[in-house]
């Protein structure tokens, strides 16, 4: 069964740092975004991307955040530099036309 | 202000029981209702959904109702299976800013004993 994959898992950074995380996006699913949830909170959108181009990054705090996808397939998300408050799961989901999302098994991030 | 209102933090419930899972909404443009179901480090997975065209859609042992003059849309497991043991979250779709987008409750941690 086809899934969206993240990398990596588990990261652990200091703040000031830079980080990235990378998601492949389920084959033919033009639509791809990135999530924020934080612990106790459901799922926020920080990007949406359609095929390559950004639909919606109205959320995205861009002084700190960046978020590409290049070729329209895989996407990498960007912090630089790494705050304490930017510690939690990164999620990256995918959906064919339609509503529902197909979401990845997320990137726990640390900020120490 | 919350669009997306799941007022429960968590719900306990015995095997074999029903579950019902609440959520409110707030904005009248929703037009397709989704449940996902998370375990702890893992992402969400769908579970079902409904369109605002209807009132009740079932899969299995999972129901989710629509009360759209309410603004009210449920979840009800039956029977309650340990293996559901998770946190379930409500999610609404609409159009905002030209796009369709998901508005996300807080969730519901669902316990079931054995």
């Known amino acids: 069964e086809a899934e969206v994959a993240q990398s990596p898992r588990y990261k652990i950074t200091e703040k000031s740092q830079a980080v990235a995380f990378w998601c492949d996006p389920i084959?033919?699913?033009?639509?791809l975004y990135w999530y924020r949830q934080i612990l106790g909170q459901g799922p926020e959108l920080l990007v949406q991307?359609?095929?390559?181009?950004?639909?919606?990054d109205s959320q995205l705090p861009k002084d700190r955040f960046s978020a590409e996808r290049l070729k329209g397939v895989d996407s990498t998300l960007k912090i630089q530099p790494a705050e304490l408050g930017d510690s939690a799961m990164y999620l990256c989901?995918?959906?064919?036309?339609?509503?529902?999302?197909?979401f990845g098994p997320g990137t726990r991030l640390t900020v120490l | 202000d919350q669009q997306v209102k799941q007022n429960s933090p968590s719900l306990s419930v015995q095997e074999g029981r029903i579950s019902i899972l609440n959520c409110d909404y707030t904005?009248?443009?929703?037009?397709?209702f989704l449940w996902y179901k998370k375990y702890p480090a893992e992402g969400p997975t769908f579970l079902i959904s409904?369109?605002?065209?209807?009132d009740k859609n079932e899969d299995g042992r999972f129901t989710v109702f629509l009360n759209k003059s309410a603004k009210h849309l449920s979840l009800h497991i039956v029977p309650s299976q340990p293996g559901d043991s998770a946190v379930y979250f409500c999610?609404?779709?609409?159009?905002?800013?030209?796009?369709?987008?998901?508005?996300f409750g807080k969730g519901t941690k669902l316990t079931v004993n054995p």
């Open positions: 999610a609404a779709s609409g159009i905002s800013g030209g796009s369709e987008k998901l508005v």
């Open positions: 904005n009248s443009m929703f037009d397709y």
């Open positions: 989901a995918s959906s064919p036309v339609g509503n529902e999302q197909f």
């Open positions: 991307f359609q095929d390559e181009s950004v639909v919606d």
């Open positions: 084959s033919g699913h033009a639509t």
């Open positions: 409904i369109s605002s065209i209807k």
